[in-house]
């Protein structure tokens, strides 16, 4: 499986942002659509999720303001970032998980200004 992520970039607070991630491999085979973050200095965090069945996953600091979802056409994941907060600057990783294994995209940086 790999992931290519894209969309990052430089934001005003305030601004918004949609990031992709285009996935190719065994895309039958996951069970999990993920978009983590990691802030200088900071562990790596989950984000939002999408697991088969179920309703998506927001961290609470995201919630109202980032929205997760799917293509299944394109095999696109996607993160729309509203209402973006300057502590929401990071390197953002989508991931995805087949059964217990885990893969990453290269990872996207995302800056806010305030």
């Known amino acids: 499986v790999q992931l290519q992520a894209s969309g990052g970039g430089l934001v005003q607070a305030g601004g918004s942002l949609r990031l992709s991630c285009a996935v190719s491999?065994?895309?039958?085979?996951?069970?999990?659509w993920n978009w983590y973050r990691q802030a200088s200095g900071n562990q790596r965090e989950l984000v939002a999720a999408?697991?088969?069945?179920?309703?998506?996953y927001y961290d609470d600091s995201v919630k109202g303001r980032f929205t997760i979802s799917r293509d299944s056409a394109k095999n696109t994941l996607y993160l729309q970032m509203n209402s973006l907060k300057p502590e929401d600057t990071a390197v953002y990783y989508c991931?995805?998980?087949?059964?217990?294994?885990?893969?990453w995209g290269q990872g996207t940086l995302v800056t806010v200004s305030s």
């Open positions: 991931n995805v998980r087949l059964g217990t294994e885990y893969y």
């Open positions: 999408i697991t088969r069945g179920n309703s998506p």
């Open positions: 491999g065994a895309i039958f085979r996951i069970n999990a």
